[in-house]
Structure formats: structure tokens, C-alpha cells
């Protein structure tokens, strides 16, 4: 055996047992129910100062209600110089929510805690329509 190959069967000894090691003291996988329990997502994508403000006060009123971890929302902005921002909330594919940003910042705390609670209620509305709606030519998300 040659030395190159002596060193390459080294190697992979010495990397066999560092990774045996960390094997054994690695911290157990969570179980799956635990990681089905949070399945929602919200994306953010806000470009405005403005839009970033309404963003953070609506999650932190969304985080409040129990069960909305288990729903995937999209909070988007467009904004304009003539009109101000428009910032859009979205649920399975549609538009639940829709308004545009006042130019006082003061005002939009209270406008992203009044959408997150319209947008709760749409939400529960419509996940009780997806459940109750069976149409062997329409997918869930498309009744």
C-alpha cells in the first residue's frame, strides 16, 4: 500500500469517528407532531419605512391570535409618490385585505391591529368554506 493511500485510510478513520462522535451527542430530532403543530408562514415584503411599520405592528397583532400559526399569509406594498403606499394582504392566492398607508405614521399602529383582526376573520371564514366545499374538478384553494 502506498503512502497516499495511508493517509486517505487515515483520514476517513479520523472523519468516521468525528462523525460518530457528534452522532451520538447530537440532540434528538423533534417529533413530527411538534413540527406540524407551526405550519404557517408570512412573508413580508414591504420596500417603505411606512410599509415596514405596518408590517411589524400587524405581526405582532397576528402572533396575538390563537391559531394563526397554522396559516401562511403574504403582506406586500407598492408604493407611490401621487397616492401613497398600497399594502395588500394575501391568503391562498387571494387578496383578503387591501388599503392604502395614511402619511401619519402615527396612525398606522392602529390600522395594522384593525387589518390583523379583518384579516383573522377572513381567514377563518375562508379555511370553514375550503373545509366544508368538496368539488372533485376544483383544488382547495381554487372554489
Known sequence: ???GHIVIAATLLW???AFGATAATAE???EPSAMA???GVVTVQTVTIAGHDFSQYFLAAWRDMEG???YTLSINERPSARLGSE???GFAQRRVFQTRLPPARAAIRSLS???AEAVWQTVLQTDVERKLIRDADLAPDEF
Open 37 to 39: 403543530a407551526a405550519t
Open 87 to 89: 399594502v395588500w394582504i
Open 1 to 3: 500500500m502506498s503512502t
Open 15 to 17: 472523519l468516521g469517528g
Open 113 to 115: 391591529e384593525n387589518a
Open 68 to 70: 394563526s400559526e397554522h
Open 28 to 30: 434528538p430530532e423533534p
